[in-house]
């Protein structure tokens, strides 16, 4: 357990609404991901940090932006939610120095785009 | 940038009997491998990993992969499964020298069948 929290575990919500995920460590990692995971996808990366207002685009950056004020805390923001958002996203820390080692993940944030 | 291709999206085997899961990537200059097990409704857990010296790596509940670099590949395997090892099982890659992250697979979906 790498003390990972997801919150909201599960949204609904409608097109064209902001939404906002939040992931919070307590154990102090440099390096955060945020994942969506779909069928057929495996997980794709959406963004990552690697320090406190360092961030870098992932493979499916599009439509989600993402902040970092916090080394505890990496925010996940929609700015106008789409049926394709529709996922589950996981938050991940990587436990070592840099960001190829072994990752663990939170429990996942369901949401639902009406 | 790595891809890992996971071959076979299901496999159901009868429990008991033994199972090799798939993996292969792209490039094999200096990367660093993983295994994670996803069970229904749950995060991602590490099952094991490979980062340096021995090609034979065991993990968690009985699991091992090999990692051959000429072939570019890292195989799951277990010589006897259980009901309780169905679950989707997921490969990862990471670039030592070039890499702020991971590069997963699209996941193979274990079955095991009383």
């Known amino acids: 357990d790498a003390g990972i929290t997801q919150s909201p575990r599960h949204k609904v919500t409608e097109t064209g609404t902001p939404v906002t995920l939040r992931c919070h460590q307590t154990?102090?990692?440099?390096?955060m991901y945020w994942y969506r995971q779909d069928p057929g996808h495996g997980l794709r990366l959406i963004h990552y940090s690697y320090g406190v207002k360092d961030t870098d685009k992932g493979e499916v950056s599009d439509g989600y932006s993402v902040s970092r004020s916090k080394t505890e805390d990496f925010l996940l923001t929609l700015e106008s939610a789409t049926s394709s958002q529709t996922s589950v996203y996981f938050c991940?820390?990587?436990?070592?120095?840099?960001?190829?080692?072994?990752?663990?993940f939170g429990p996942g944030t369901r949401l639902t785009v009406l | 940038a790595q891809s890992v291709t996971q071959l076979d999206s299901q496999v159901p085997v009868f429990e008991e009997a033994p199972v090799e899961l798939r993996c292969n990537y792209s490039?094999?200059?200096?990367?660093?491998l993983f295994w994670y097990v996803q069970y229904p409704n749950q995060g991602l857990q590490l099952l094991l990993k490979y980062l340096s010296g021995s090609t034979l790596v065991k993990g968690i509940n009985g699991f091992e992969a090999e990692f051959n670099k000429s072939q570019t590949s890292f195989h799951l395997r277990k010589p006897s499964v259980h009901i309780s090892d169905t679950a989707e099982y997921f490969c990862a890659v990471s670039d030592r020298n070039t890499g702020n992250q991971f590069y997963f697979g699209t996941g193979t979906s274990l079955t095991v069948i009383p």
């Open positions: 154990e102090n990692h440099r390096y």
């Open positions: 991940a820390i990587s436990a070592g120095r840099s960001g190829t080692d072994t990752q663990y």
């Open positions: 490039s094999s200059v200096s990367v660093y």
